[in-house]
């Protein structure tokens, strides 16, 4: 067989040449643009042509500070094509982390959205690599800005080669590395690999996972920044989908607005994305038509089952329930029905597919307990651990690495159970697991079930120190609007007993205004444990 290189330049010319008038559509400051793939293969080109005339070199990291736009997507290949490597900076970290993942990837150069410009001037006497900043605007004129030296990427693309030929690159060559949203320390840098990029984009095609294909209107709201989209952009590209890149903020009226407009096919992003939009479409302000949804993709954390059955049952919208994470690139399971489980009761079809599902093919797991692999009964817990092609080996340049990365394994942290069919269910973060008087409670399983009552529009549980049983759950609900005041925490206490053991119910139920996210929408349960690590010894 031929020794042919699996790279990221094959996918943009496959675009390039064969799907040249399909559509791209984005959503930027200054209204929707839109542009064709030969378009976008041209600018890529002279994005290309115009880094090599700022210094930029094989092997040098290129950091990405953006939202999900056509000059974000042009970056996504411009980089990797030429060498260099794509760093996509989590515009929502703290400034402290910012500065920390560009010093450590070292980038050289920096493109930035013009509005988020702002974060990056209170930082830039922080930033010891950077030698040119580089601003994206749909303005003829740059903003004022005190970075320096600052460039205009449209004056820059202007002046570049949109016939810029890209090298052969070996497919082992890094491509991209994206770093982990830190609940703890600083972040975890992960690279890339052409080769681990191409195999994982192919995966995304497969009928059994997202089955991402030309027919497809592809809207990515996970953001660029996180995860590279769920790696949805790359194999957009490479399958010649239409794309519809929502811009900076979408909210969720925005977000609708798109689907209904470009008549998007399939869309991703976290719980809590969904539940922004289903609160919208509960409100009833407007008729939505989002008849042209085949798959609502949902990761990051658990969906409750709850959101899946509304969005199914009264919206008619397909829910696909998927999981990964920064060091699996990201995809790892998606939850879908196996054909002899198609004709299985709603109910019964519902309980597999809120589950995090089935392996990927390509990919290899175990799941480890205390006395080593774990029965495949869906009840013995154990750490979920995972190797394969698109599997980070390790953290860039991080001691870290030798406490996740042993003997060939990626050790997830994710604690898991896996039944006789291969489906696998996180129970939960290993750190995040209840242990009460010897025995472990699931708080993702107790907050799947909170958020499926009516009145309840986020929850999340936690363990916290009790004098008799070391630890015990403690519930954090937000109500719907229309519940506020209505509701009692008896009436979750009444509800938690019929579908838990008694010890597994909550001590108590705290109503608050909001859960705390972190910068990609999770819930930072670390935040909750330290305002509330007292609160039933005090009790």
Same mark, same amino acid.
């Given at each position: 067989?031929?020794?042919?290189?699996?790279?990221?330049?094959?996918?943009?010319?496959?675009?390039?040449?064969?799907?040249?008038?399909?559509?791209?559509?984005?959503?930027?400051? +200054?209204?929707?643009?839109?542009?064709?793939?030969?378009?976008?293969?041209?600018?890529?080109?002279?994005?290309?042509?115009?880094?090599?005339?700022?210094?930029?070199?094989?092997?040098?990291?290129?950091?990405?500070?953006?939202?999900?736009?056509?000059?974000? @997507? !042009?970056?996504?290949?411009?980089?990797?094509?030429?060498?260099?490597?794509?760093?996509?900076?989590?515009?929502?970290?703290?400034?402290?982390?910012?500065?920390?993942?560009?010093?450590?990837?070292?980038?050289?150069?920096?493109?930035?959205?013009?509005?988020?410009?702002? %974060?990056?001037?209170?930082?830039?006497?922080?930033?010891?690599?950077?030698?040119?900043?580089?601003?994206?605007?749909?303005?003829?004129?740059?903003?004022?800005?005190? *970075?320096?030296?600052?460039?205009?990427?449209?004056?820059?693309?202007?002046?570049?080669?949109?016939?810029?030929?890209?090298?052969? @690159?070996?497919?082992?060559?890094?491509?991209?590395?994206?770093?982990?949203?830190?609940?703890?320390?600083?972040?975890?840098?992960?690279?890339?690999?052409?080769?681990?990029?191409?195999?994982?984009?192919?995966?995304?095609? @497969?009928?059994?996972?997202?089955?991402?294909? !030309?027919?497809?209107?592809?809207?990515?709201?996970?953001?660029?920044?996180?995860?590279?989209?769920?790696?949805?952009?790359?194999?957009?590209?490479?399958?010649?989908?239409?794309?519809?890149?929502?811009?900076?903020?979408?909210?969720?009226?925005? *977000?609708?607005?798109? %689907?209904?407009?470009?008549?998007?096919?399939?869309?991703?992003?976290?719980?809590?994305?969904?539940?922004?939009?289903?609160?919208?479409?509960?409100?009833?302000?407007?008729?939505?038509?989002?008849? +042209?949804?085949?798959?609502?993709?949902?990761?990051?954390?658990?969906?409750?089952?709850? %959101?899946?059955?509304?969005?199914?049952?009264?919206?008619?919208?397909?829910?696909?329930?998927?999981?990964?994470?920064?060091?699996?690139?990201?995809?790892?399971?998606?939850?879908?029905?196996?054909?002899?489980?198609?004709? *299985?009761?709603?109910?019964?079809?519902?309980?597999?597919?809120?589950?995090?599902? *089935?392996?990927?093919?390509?990919?290899?797991?175990?799941?480890?307990?205390?006395?080593?692999?774990?029965?495949?009964?869906?009840?013995?817990?154990?750490?979920?651990?995972?190797?394969?092609?698109?599997?980070?080996?390790?953290?860039?340049?991080?001691?870290?690495?030798?406490?996740?990365?042993?003997?060939?394994?990626?050790?997830?942290?994710?604690?898991?159970?896996?039944? +006789?069919?291969?489906?696998?269910?996180?129970?939960?973060?290993?750190?995040?697991?209840?242990?009460?008087?010897?025995?472990?409670?699931?708080?993702?399983?107790?907050?799947?079930?909170?958020?499926?009552?009516?009145?309840?529009?986020?929850?999340?549980?936690?363990?916290?120190?009790?004098?008799?049983?070391?630890?015990?759950?403690?519930?954090?609900?937000? @109500?719907?609007?229309?519940?506020?005041?209505?509701?009692?925490?008896?009436?979750?206490?009444?509800?938690?007993?019929?579908?838990?053991?008694?010890?597994?119910?909550?001590?108590?139920?705290?109503?608050?205004?909001?859960?705390?996210?972190?910068?990609?929408?999770?819930?930072?349960?670390?935040?909750?444990?330290?305002?509330?690590?007292?609160?039933?010894?005090?009790?």
């Amino acid at each position: 067989m031929m020794n042919h290189q699996l790279t990221l330049r094959t996918m943009l010319e496959r675009a390039e040449k064969i799907f040249p008038a399909k559509e791209i559509v984005s959503r930027t400051l +200054s209204g929707i643009f839109r542009y064709t793939y030969a378009d976008y293969a041209s600018r890529t080109r002279r994005l290309s042509s115009a880094l090599e005339s700022l210094g930029i070199k094989k092997g040098d990291r290129v950091g990405t500070f953006a939202w999900n736009n056509h000059r974000h @997507l !042009e970056a996504y290949f411009a980089i990797p094509c030429m060498g260099a490597v794509l760093h996509t900076i989590n515009i929502r970290l703290s400034s402290e982390h910012i500065a920390y993942i560009a010093n450590h990837a070292e980038d050289k150069v920096l493109l930035i959205d013009e509005d988020l410009v702002p %974060i990056i001037e209170k930082i830039k006497d922080q930033l010891k690599t950077v030698t040119a900043y580089v601003i994206m605007t749909d303005k003829p004129e740059l903003p004022a800005t005190s *970075l320096s030296p600052v460039y205009s990427y449209e004056q820059l693309l202007a002046q570049s080669d949109d016939g810029y030929q890209y090298p052969d @690159l070996d497919e082992q060559t890094p491509m991209g590395m994206c770093y982990t949203s830190a609940t703890t320390g600083n972040p975890k840098g992960v690279v890339y690999t052409h080769r681990s990029t191409y195999m994982h984009s192919m995966t995304l095609g @497969l009928a059994d996972t997202m089955a991402l294909s !030309e027919s497809d209107t592809v809207m990515p709201i996970v953001p660029m920044f996180h995860v590279n989209a769920w790696g949805m952009p790359f194999a957009s590209v490479w399958f010649g989908s239409k794309q519809v890149l929502p811009g900076q903020a979408p909210t969720p009226d925005v *977000l609708l607005d798109l %689907i209904e407009q470009e008549k998007v096919t399939i869309t991703a992003g976290v719980p809590t994305v969904w539940l922004g939009v289903l609160q919208l479409l509960e409100k009833g302000d407007r008729t939505r038509n989002v008849s +042209s949804l085949r798959a609502v993709v949902c990761g990051g954390s658990a969906a409750p089952r709850g %959101i899946i059955q509304t969005y199914e049952e009264k919206y008619g919208i397909p829910f696909l329930h998927a999981y990964g994470m920064t060091e699996s690139s990201p995809v790892v399971t998606v939850s879908r029905l196996k054909s002899y489980q198609q004709d *299985l009761p709603y109910e019964q079809k519902l309980d597999i597919r809120a589950k995090q599902g *089935l392996l990927v093919p390509g990919l290899e797991a175990r799941v480890y307990g205390q006395n080593g692999d774990v029965k495949w009964d869906g009840q013995e817990m154990g750490e979920l651990w995972l190797r394969g092609p698109w599997i980070a080996d390790e953290y860039y340049k991080d001691e870290r690495s030798k406490e996740t990365f042993v003997d060939g394994w990626y050790h997830s942290g994710d604690v898991a159970v896996i039944d +006789s069919e291969g489906t696998i269910k996180l129970v939960d973060r290993t750190k995040d697991l209840v242990k009460s008087g010897g025995e472990w409670i699931s708080s993702v399983d107790l907050e799947n079930a909170l958020m499926a009552h009516p009145a309840v529009f986020e929850a999340s549980v936690i363990g916290v120190p009790h004098p008799k049983w070391d630890e015990r759950p403690l519930a954090f609900v937000v @109500l719907k609007e229309a519940y506020k005041g209505k509701v009692e925490k008896e009436e979750f206490f009444s509800y938690l007993q019929e579908r838990f053991a008694k010890w597994w119910v909550p001590d108590d139920v705290v109503f608050i205004e909001e859960i705390p996210k972190s910068s990609v929408g999770k819930f930072l349960k670390r935040t909750l444990r330290d305002q509330y690590v007292d609160y039933l010894t005090k009790s």
